[in-house]
């Protein structure tokens, strides 16, 4: 392995000052266990990793609002996330969500900053977060802006977060009424990356409001399935409409095909489990 510096800044204005935005070989650095799986490969050969682990306690907590929104901090470990009491209480649906993803190994160490950044289109949580409307603030020389998720990533491991920038912390919406569920198709082993992701949420009042269906790993970026969220949209559910909002979902997912399943397969894939995660999330108690 080639040399390089790794710094671990005691601020994140510090953190910041130490990215070179024009340089790719300057990297942050949150659990590393995408960052050293490329550095062992040869892929990335860095000059400086910029270690976010003292950047501030901002980049470290977990905390609930007064008015019930949820932040994370970037830093924040996977398993801290799931295992948070608050985060099992008001946000079930992301305990249930980190509990498949990966092994325990990798969630000990992998951050929520990391899992966002690195942006592989086959990541579990986007899909759930844009499912529940969450925001990202980003920081960087000129300020801080916040970001929608479901803007953040742009493609295959790329995102709108600049060189120069670093995600600080997530926000989520209070779940309030809002029933929510992740289902996940594995094709290899239980704990493998999945062939798909589907994250639903709606507000509920008896019928259906406001649905989110977002589909995840099938496609180039975590993308709204907005013809099915149409369909379903002021109704209750019932077999007929799982069966309806599942094909209208296949339909319009431009999927891509990858070494966990053909184009075909995964059509079939949404069809089945867009109609699994609306079953379970209509099961599911709504949030008090
Ligand atoms: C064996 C293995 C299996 C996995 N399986 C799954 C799976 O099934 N499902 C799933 O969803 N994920 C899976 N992952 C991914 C894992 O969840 C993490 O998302 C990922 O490895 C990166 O997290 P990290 O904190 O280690 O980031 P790092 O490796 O430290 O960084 C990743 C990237 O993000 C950048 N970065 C880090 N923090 C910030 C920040 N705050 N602001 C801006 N940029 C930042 C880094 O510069 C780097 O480019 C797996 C990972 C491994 C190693």
Same mark, same amino acid.
Not at 156 to 162: I, L, N, Q, R, S
Not at 187 to 194: C, G, L, M
């Given at each position: 392995m080639t040399p390089f510096d790794l710094v671990e800044p005691p601020s994140l204005g510090e953190a910041l000052k130490l %990215?070179? *935005?024009? #340089?790719?070989a300057v990297r942050p650095l949150a659990g590393g266990t995408a960052l050293m799986l490329l550095m062992k490969s040869g892929f990335f050969r860095p000059k400086r990793l910029v270690s %976010? =682990?003292? @950047?501030g306690e901002r980049l470290a907590r977990i905390r609930i609002e007064p008015n019930g929104e949820l932040r994370i901090g970037a830093m924040v470990r996977l398993a801290a996330l799931e295992w948070a009491p608050e985060v099992r209480r008001d946000f079930p649906v992301i305990g249930h969500t980190l509990r498949t993803l990966a092994n325990v190994r990798v969630r000990n160490v992998a951050t929520l900053g990391g899992h966002l950044a690195h @942006?592989? *289109?086959?990541? #579990?949580l986007p899909p759930v977060l844009i499912a529940l409307g969450a925001c990202l603030v980003l920081a960087g020389p000129r300020g801080e802006r916040a970001v929608p998720v479901e803007g953040f990533? &742009?493609?295959?491991?790329? &995102?709108?977060?600049?060189?120069?920038? %670093?995600?600080?912390e997530a926000t989520i919406p209070p779940l309030g009424r809002r029933r929510a569920a992740y289902a996940k198709c594995t &094709? =290899?082993? @239980?704990?493998?990356? *999945?062939a798909l992701g589907i994250a639903v949420a709606w507000d509920d009042d008896g019928a259906i409001r406001s649905p989110r269906i977002v589909l995840g790993a099938a496609t180039e970026r975590p993308t709204r399935l907005k013809a099915a969220e149409a369909l379903i949209a002021g109704r209750t559910l019932d077999g007929a409409l799982l069966t309806r909002a599942g094909e209208a979902a296949a339909e319009e997912a431009d999927v891509v095909a990858d070494a966990r399943g053909s184009v075909s397969y995964k059509k079939q894939l949404v069809k089945v489990y867009v109609a699994r995660a609306l079953r379970a999330a209509g099961a599911g108690p709504a949030a008090p």
């Open positions: %990215l070179e *935005p024009d #340089d790719s %976010l =682990r003292a @950047a @942006a592989d *289109p086959h990541s #579990d990533a &742009t493609g295959h491991y790329e &995102t709108v977060c600049k060189g120069d920038e %670093l995600i600080v &094709t =290899r082993s @239980a704990d493998d990356w *999945p």
